[in-house]
Antibody, heavy 118, light 113 residues
Framework: QVQLQESGPGLVKPSQTLSLTCTVS??????????WIWIRQHPGKGLEWIGY???????YYNPSLKSRVTISLDTSKNQFSLNLNSVTAADTAVYYC??????????WGQGTLVTVSS | DIVMTQSPDSLAVSLGERATINCKSS????????????LAWHQQKPGQPPKVLIY???TRESGVPDRFSGSGSGTDFTLTINSLQAEDVAVYYC?????????FGQGTKVEIK
């Protein structure tokens, strides 16, 4: 089965860019029908869907974050990435990568805490 | 955006008893062309990432115990945990994947009474 693992800095300064990578194992990131997803969870709060990149490379972002988000694929490394720019303390959260097949969610990563602080 | 509203926010159930969680969507998540409800349930145990329990409103993910069941259609859905076990203590989220942005309910915390 597909396994996902997030990686990246745990601390980002305000106004800078948050960059995370999700490494996929047990399956190809180019597999037909897969959505590769980023979701975040503010401390003690619920889940917020950030966006996805389809296996073909097309993307969709939550309108609430759209102006600051980029999700990309790296097929050579079987990874996908999240960039969130101009971060503030409100972007402090646990960031999860996840996958869906034909929009049906199936797998989650373990999550990584990113703190925005100077 | 489709708003997902769960009830209750929390509940305490005795071991071996039934827990019932409700989820209501602000618009139908039933796709008429395939008669499927684009609704999933996720379980998040303390200190762990979420895990998919159910998709298509009632299909259990592989390996999920059969005491978990999902039902409902259109805008009203239910997650039922029969014979609650200690390991079922968690927050449960419903999620629609009918329309982007995919949205989650606020979560329901299940505890042991």
């Amino acid at each position: 089965q597909v396994q996902l693992q997030e990686s990246g800095p745990g601390l980002v300064k305000p106004s800078q860019t948050l960059s995370l990578t999700c490494t996929v194992s047990g399956g190809s990131i180019s597999s037909s029908g897969y959505h590769w997803i980023w979701i975040r969870q503010h401390p003690g709060k619920g889940l917020e869907w950030i966006g996805y990149i389809y296996y073909s490379g097309s993307t969709y972002y939550n309108p609430s974050l759209k102006s600051r988000v980029t999700i990309s694929l790296d097929t050579s490394k079987n990874q996908f990435s999240l960039n969130l720019n101009s971060v503030t303390a409100a972007d402090t959260a646990v960031y999860y990568c996840a996958s869906a097949i034909s929009t049906v969610p199936h797998y989650w990563g373990q999550g990584t805490l990113v703190t925005v602080s100077s | 955006d489709i708003v997902m509203t769960q009830s209750p926010d929390s509940l305490a159930v005795s071991l071996g008893e039934r827990a019932t969680i409700n989820c209501k969507s602000s618009q139908s998540v039933l796709y008429s062309s395939n008669d499927k409800n684009y609704l999933a349930w996720h379980q998040q145990k303390p200190g762990q990432p979420p895990k998919v329990l159910i998709y298509w409103a009632s299909t259990r993910e592989s390996g999920v115990p059969d005491r978990f069941s999902g039902s409902g259609s259109g805008t009203d859905f239910t997650l039922t945990i029969n014979s609650l076990q200690a390991e079922d203590v968690a927050v449960y989220y419903c999620q629609q994947y009918y329309n982007t942005p995919w949205t989650f309910g606020q979560g329901t915390k299940v505890e042991i009474k």
